[in-house]
């Protein structure tokens, strides 16, 4: 059975949202549920729910639990209304940098700011969406699965950074599922994934996914995928977005911009795998997209241990950008743009 059918990462049930911790994977199973606008701020923060697809449901979801709230205490639809988007904000300002957070919460408030009904109308209408945009997330992911699988070739080796699959999304994945897709098809391909330092969301996630269904997964660290490259035993990259600015430059986790490098060097493709909703046509270039600062101690400790001297100077940005001209083409719902990715977004967005 595929790791999807099994378990969303999030799901909306009886006026929570709950989801998968991801913090203690792959060491323990355990779900959390989610009542309050400001737990579902916690959970984003503390990435109890983490990944640019998931995080935009939660924000959904974060959106449906504050109108609940505010909902029993609030009798004046124009107070409700200024109220919930007080918390809209508030849930934006959780993490900076993908942008499917500001796209769940802002599509939610556009929906409440629609509805002529009273508030509890408006509060049964998100709860209805944000169920939606989840069953919607899946389906979107598999349409990039397809897509993006034409491209693997037979019996590929395809590197990863990060996690951007099941746990990253509501279920299935963006670049894992385009590995689920293309494995489906093929089950001679193989997967290379980074260890991805700081957090380990390659070795803590990716690799727990994947060897769930079968794939055959070789876990390596951050600083090898150039060896493996120059071996020959990487075909392709395939990697997730948290912001892809209108003219193709990516953020994504930290690490990404050296394998896309390290790809370009030895002449390998590297593909984004990202939904719309990760495309953030109001930013011309990766320079606007703001880069989230992490905890020191997400470097300077591994599972609680000091792994360096006490005193030294730590930067820990989550994210970096990779500028367009190192990717082959964005794998998306619609199809796989390619370069020139201005041109290709554009196109995409008109036809949305
Ligand atoms: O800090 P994280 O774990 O939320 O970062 C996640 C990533 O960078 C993923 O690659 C990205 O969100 C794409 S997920 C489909």
């Known amino acids: 059975m595929a790791f999807e059918s099994k378990i969303k990462t999030i799901e909306w049930t009886d006026n929570i949202s709950r989801m998968i911790d991801q913090r203690i994977l792959p060491y323990e199973f355990k779900t959390v549920d989610v009542k309050t606008a400001d737990e579902m701020y916690t959970a984003i923060k503390d990435m109890i729910v983490r990944g640019a697809p998931a995080i935009g449901i939660a924000g959904a979801h ?3 639990l504050a109108a609940i709230e505010l909902s029993k205490k609030i009798n004046e639809k124009s107070v409700f209304l200024n109220e919930l988007q007080k918390k809209a904000e ?3 300002s959780s993490r900076p940098t993908a942008v499917n957070l500001m796209w769940g919460v802002d599509k939610q408030m556009k929906l409440a700011r629609s509805i002529s009904g ?7 209408s998100l709860k209805e969406n944000g169920i939606k945009l989840e069953n919607e997330d899946i389906e979107i992911n598999k349409k990039m ?4 699988a034409e491209v693997v070739p037979k019996g590929a080796a395809i590197l990863t950074h990060c996690n951007a699959g099941a746990l990253a999304t509501v279920g299935y994945g963006t670049a894992l599922g385009v590995i689920r897709s293309a494995y489906a098809k093929d089950p001679t391909i193989k997967v290379f994934a980074d260890e991805t330092r ?4 390659g070795a803590r996630l990716t690799t727990w996914e994947l060897t769930q269904d079968g794939i055959p997964t070789t876990l390596i ?10 071996k020959g035993m990487i075909d392709m990259v395939v990697v997730g977005a948290d912001r892809i600015a209108a003219n193709g430059d990516t953020a ?5 911009f050296t394998v896309a490098i390290a790809a370009k060097y030895h002449n390998i493709p590297f593909y984004i795998a990202a939904p719309l909703s990760t495309i953030d046509i109001s930013i011309q270039s990766g320079k606007e997209i703001p880069i989230e ?6 470097v300077t400790h591994i599972n609680g241990d000091w792994i360096c001297a006490k005193d030294v100077n730590i930067i820990n940005p989550g994210f970096d950008v990779t500028p367009n001209e190192l990717i082959t083409g964005i794998i998306t719902e619609k199809g796989i743009l390619k370069p020139d990715f201005k041109t290709s977004i554009f196109n995409a967005f008109k036809n949305n």
């Open 62 to 64: 974060g959106v449906s």
């Open 252 to 256: 994504n986790k930290i690490g990404t």
């Open 90 to 92: 508030y849930l934006k």
């Open 293 to 298: 600062e992490r905890s020191h101690e997400e």
């Open 198 to 201: 700081p957090r380990q969301q």
């Open 145 to 148: 699965g397809d897509f993006g």
């Open 221 to 230: 660290t951050d600083g090898m995928c150039s060896y493996f490259m120059s």
């Open 118 to 124: 009273s508030i509890s109308d408006i509060a049964e």
